[in-house]
């Protein structure tokens, strides 16, 4: 199985913007999709969004609309989730996670197979 | 308030049958299939039973799914101690166009 390796943890100022990456080591993304998934410290499980590389489509959670920019270079095989204009409250674990689940580049599914190891970023002034 | 209900914690003693619920609604658990996510503390979540009963690629068949109408359950007999974590259920909420998690349930084995 293709392995998700994630970029380092970060530390950001408020208002400012990080962008966190996920590579599939070992294989590409295929026809799969490629979602983020957060968690704050003690909190529960957060989805942000989602994108097929292989089509280029994207989805979002309604509350980060405007704020979260899901990417992906196939060439690198390598995704990428931006979260802009940082408060506090996004300090988190952020995840990335892949979906064998999806028709003609939508995926509307909750089954993801494959996980990154988790990056940190941490919002502070 | 997460939009999927799940008990806070729940414990067993070993070898013992336990289950988790996940309460939601039509959009949700009863129009989706229900996914569940094992998580020990400082890892990434794993996926145990995907479509609601389907135990994943590696996963104990001691784990099992089900699912009647807009409730879902993870049962796990002959519980054991690494069975103690986290768990998650998730499914695709078609009223909100996005992806909803459970707010977790602590499992002790006692």
């Known amino acids: 199985q293709v392995q998700l390796v994630q970029s380092g943890a970060e530390v950001k100022k408020p208002g400012s913007s990080v962008k966190v990456s996920c590579k599939a080591s070992?294989?590409?993304?295929?026809?799969?999709?490629v979602t983020w998934v957060r968690q704050a410290p003690g909190q529960g499980l957060e989805w942000l969004g989602g994108?097929?590389?292989?089509?280029?489509?994207?989805d979002s959670a309604q509350k980060f609309q405007g704020r979260v920019t899901v990417t992906a270079d196939e060439s690198t095989t390598t995704a990428y989730m931006e979260l802009s204009g940082l408060r506090s409250a996004d300090t988190a674990v952020y995840y990335c996670?892949?979906?064998?689940?999806?028709?003609?580049?939508?995926?509307?599914?909750?089954?993801?197979?494959?996980w990154g190891q988790g990056t940190l970023v941490t919002v502070s002034t | 308030q997460s939009v999927l209900t799940q008990p806070p914690s729940v414990s067993g003693a070993p070898r013992q049958r336990v289950t988790i619920s996940c309460s939601g609604s039509r959009s949700n658990v009863g129009d989706n299939f229900v996914n569940w996510y094992q998580q020990f503390p400082g890892k990434a979540p794993k996926l145990v039973v995907f479509?609601?009963?389907q135990v994943a690629s590696g996963v104990s068949d001691r784990f099992s799914g089900s699912k009647s109408g807009t409730s879902a359950s993870l049962a796990i007999r002959g519980l054991q101690s690494d069975d103690e974590a986290e768990y998650y259920c998730?499914?695709?909420?078609?009223?909100?166009?996005?992806?909803?998690f459970g707010g977790g349930t602590k499992l002790t084995v006692l």
């Open positions: 996670a892949t979906t064998p689940d999806c028709i003609n580049g939508v995926c509307r599914t909750a089954y993801f197979d494959n």
């Open positions: 998730a499914v695709w909420d078609d009223s909100l166009d996005g992806l909803v």
């Open positions: 994108i097929v590389p292989l089509f280029g489509t994207t």
């Open positions: 479509y609601n009963d």
């Open positions: 070992g294989g590409t993304f295929g026809s799969s999709g």
